[in-house]
């Protein structure tokens, strides 16, 4: 099946629009959790480009609607951003041109990634940008075409790679696969269709990096979403995940109060990877003593106070340093442990491909 009409189903639907907070694209997750890990990890690199040029021009390959113009604007001024974006989908391409008709620095073109870098596009970027598993969609033979012809175009810039993970707890009855057959199917309405998409192992990257140029230079490799997946919640690869995605989601929804018992998780092992199931294992523990100890913190128990995070959390919760609010367990707590699991997964991912996305931050000529 073509990857147009899955995700033109996944517009139809309504739900791959704006922020919508408990469902949909823009879900908590997606928001204060996914963009923002690729924003921390992004920064120090953009800043570089920013202290040296003083601004920034960016493409955004396999850009739907615009997506990283909103992750990107974050990091500094809109003006001193010039932003390119394409997608192979002209309807994608068309709303983006319709959402952002009055920002000048921005444009969108309809084109195609898979034989390289299209030509209307060959320019010196400071920031080749793909977000969300867009380089899944490529085999590696393609990546390294388009890896190359960025190499071969810039005097000096960096590259943001987005793949979906190997080893995600999501898939994880196709551990050791090299394609899965994805389906949108966490979006009502949607999902009808599957198309393949690449799963990738940091040695995949280093090959496929070492075979593009010589001139590209691996900066950091890392894991994204190691339980918050979108898979984690639908279980149609792993009949052992629970909608984990959607009490996260809670967590972050104002006014909404979440059942702590659904954040917690039970990890399966899978036989053959215990690496893998070790890493697993380990996460789940932290993942479950953070949220049991801030409910044991709500009811006044005197939890054993181990790791950074938690630590963090008991001194917010014992402060009561927040101004009078009836819900503060929804408005003030709970965001808060949102943060603090957020902060566990970016300090104890390995980059080893055990997540929803495997990040690889690259440069050339820095
Ligand atoms: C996972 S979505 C990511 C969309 C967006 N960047 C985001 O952050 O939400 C992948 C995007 O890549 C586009 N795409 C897939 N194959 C493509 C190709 N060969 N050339 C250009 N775009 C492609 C899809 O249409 C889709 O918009």
């Avoid at 009490?247 to 109060?257: C, H, I, K, M």
Wanted: proline letters at 3%.
């Amino acid at each position: 099946m073509s990857v147009k009409k899955p995700y033109d189903e996944a517009i139809s639907s309504g739900y791959y629009k704006r922020r919508s907070g408990l469902i949909g694209k823009y879900d908590g997750v997606r928001t204060f959790w996914e963009d923002e890990i690729i924003r921390i990890f992004v920064r120090p690199y953009i800043e570089r480009i920013e202290r040296k040029k003083g601004r920034i021009k960016v493409l955004d390959i396999g850009c739907g609607y615009g997506d990283g113009y909103e992750l990107l604007v974050n990091l500094f001024d809109n003006d001193k951003m010039e932003y390119k974006g394409f997608d192979i989908n002209e309807n994608f391409v068309e709303e983006a041109r319709r959402i952002y008709k009055d920002k000048k620095n921005t444009s969108f073109e309809v084109a195609d990634f898979s034989s390289g870098l299209p030509s209307l596009l060959k320019e010196d970027y400071d920031l080749y940008f793909t977000s969300y598993g867009t380089l899944s969609h490529n085999d590696d033979e393609q990546n390294i075409l388009l890896l190359g012809d960025i190499a071969d175009c810039s005097d000096g810039c960096f590259v943001l790679c987005d793949w979906l993970g190997a080893y995600s707890y999501e898939w994880q009855s196709l551990w050791g696969e090299e394609w899965m057959d994805y389906r949108i199917s966490y979006l009502p309405g949607s999902g009808g269709g599957s198309f393949p998409l690449r799963l990738m192992t940091p040695e995949n990257i280093l090959k496929m990096v070492r075979e593009a140029s010589s001139r590209l230079k691996i900066e950091k490799i890392f894991d994204r979403s190691v339980f918050v997946g979108r898979h984690i919640d639908t279980a149609e690869y792993n009949r052992h995940c629970k909608p984990v995605r959607s009490a996260v989601n809670s967590l972050f929804e104002p006014g909404v109060r979440t059942n702590f018992e659904n954040l917690l998780i039970d990890y399966h092992p899978r036989e053959g990877f215990s690496e893998l199931n070790s890493f697993f294992e380990d996460f789940s523990a932290h993942w479950n003593s953070l949220v049991a100890c801030t409910m044991d913190l709500e009811e006044d128990c005197n939890a054993e106070i181990g790791f950074p995070e938690m630590k963090k959390l008991e001194k917010m919760v014992e402060s009561d340093m927040w101004m009078d609010n009836s819900n503060h367990r929804e408005n003030v707590i709970e965001p808060q442990l949102g943060y603090a699991l957020r902060n566990l997964e970016m300090r104890m991912q390995r980059g080893m491909g055990a997540a929803h996305g495997l990040l690889a931050i690259l440069s050339i000529g820095q």
